[in-house]
């Protein structure tokens, strides 16, 4: 067996017990392109052999894809099939978990028309509003690993071959997720511990406010009354532990819909529908982005703003310090599950409901009473780096240092 074929079983593996952590009779859904399939066969042969009951493929192509966002009449882009929602619906209702194989070309939709990206991406998003409850609230458990397809290794590599932009790649892939240690299922316990707490620290805090300062930024966040801070591993409504993200640095939690207030500048490109946002500002007042600026990709992030009411307003607050594995790897991932666990981020659109204690069981409209964002979108942008200051205000108005210099001020020990 080849080095990379060993290295392809563990992060199989890693992803079946650390990621979703399968069960018994349990089925499972994975969400993958083609080009992934000797790992999604792979990880196929694993879950069967945990007794899985059944491992459900959704097969993803980009040219494909790019073909019918180019081409299709607005009519079909604009009707998600109900045949879809209904299968995705009953294997989530039944238990399934949900496994996704993540590595787009952050370029793939360059030069489409971004309106019918912004009609085809609210499409699924009302259609499969019942299935993302399930993520969101962990119903299930899900995880999101990467696959370095060759058109995002050449993004992140561009000055090689194709071949050689996937090795390396492949090589960041399996470092930043801890596959290369001698140990990985056990390296990744250790560093849960290590998330769980600081995210304990935060959660027994219950800070009213943070207050952001960085180049281009100066951003007052209020949490929501009864905010709870999640980061690394996590449990389903049946009480399973998983890893929703793999790689993961974060901690994170909700801020009220209606309490953010000044200017944010992001640090990394934004990849979203197929395009890049790049070097943007979003400017606040009462919860609402009120202006926005951009280098490049403007016109997506207006399409990505005007997605609904929600999408103008914060779903989520994530701390991630300088010194993660991801950011000192010195690249530029183009991909929101690799970038966002180099930088502190904040998302736009919905809020995940276990951010708020008995946030799974409210209503929509006691969500909203107590400051819940709704959308369909949730988007994560990075705005943290090495210049980047985080204090946290108490109910009481006296401030505490939570980042300085972007690396946590707080020691968790």
């Known amino acids: 067996m080849t080095t990379h074929r060993k290295q392809l079983e563990k992060y199989a593996e890693l992803a079946l017990k650390k990621g979703v952590n399968i069960q018994s009779g349990q089925g499972l859904i994975i969400n993958a392109p083609i080009e992934a399939a000797d790992l999604v066969r792979i990880i196929t042969a694993k879950a069967y052999g945990k007794g899985a009951k059944n491992v459900h493929i959704e097969w993803s192509d980009e040219m494909v894809s790019y073909m019918k966002m180019k081409n299709a009449p607005m009519s079909i882009l604009e009707n998600f099939p109900k045949w879809k929602v209904d299968a995705l619906e009953g294997m989530v209702k039944d238990g399934y978990s949900l496994l996704t194989v ?14 019918r990206i912004a009609k085809a991406n609210k499409a699924s998003g009302e259609a499969l509003t019942t299935y993302r409850d399930y993520i969101m609230n962990d119903k299930v458990t899900w995880s999101i690993i990467a696959y370095p397809q060759a058109s995002w290794s050449e993004k992140v590599f561009p000055d090689d071959t194709t ?28 560093h849960n511990e ?9 959660n027994s805090k219950q800070y009213k406010k943070l207050h952001y300062k960085g180049p281009g930024t100066d951003l007052t966040i209020d949490l929501v009354k009864d905010h709870i801070w999640h980061g690394g591993s996590t449990e389903s409504e049946k009480g399973v532990e998983f890893n929703p993200n793999m790689p993961t640095e974060e901690v994170f939690t909700m801020p009220h819909k209606n309490g953010v207030q000044g200017t944010v500048s992001s640090t990394k490109p934004l990849s979203y529908g197929g395009n890049l946002i790049e070097n943007f500002t979003l400017t606040f007042e009462n919860g609402i982005v009120v202006d926005y600026t951009a280098e490049s990709g403007k016109e997506t992030l ?16 994530a701390l991630v310090p300088d010194e993660s594995p991801i950011s000192q790897s010195g690249h530029i991932f183009f991909n929101t599950l690799y970038d966002e666990n180099a930088s502190c981020h904040l998302a736009l659109g919905k809020a995940y409901p276990t951010n708020v204690k008995g946030g799974s069981s409210m209503t929509k409209e006691q969500m909203n009473q107590q400051g819940v964002n709704d959308s369909l979108v949730h988007e994560d942008f990075m705005m943290g780096s090495s210049e980047l200051d985080i204090d946290g205000e108490s109910h009481e108005g006296q401030f505490e240092p939570v980042f300085r210099n972007g690396s946590w001020a707080i020691d968790f020990e």
């Open 102 to 115: 993540y590595g787009p070309n952050p370029d793939l939709l360059k030069g489409i028309d971004s309106e």
């Open 163 to 190: 071949a050689n932009a996937q090795k390396k790649l492949w090589e960041q892939i399996f470092s930043i997720t801890r596959v290369d240690q001698p140990d990985p299922l056990k390296a990744w316990e250790e």
């Open 194 to 202: 290590t998330l769980r707490k600081a995210r304990e620290y935060l």
């Open 302 to 317: 207006k399409h990505l703003l005007e997605s609904d009411d929600g999408a103008k307003r914060l779903g989520e607050v």
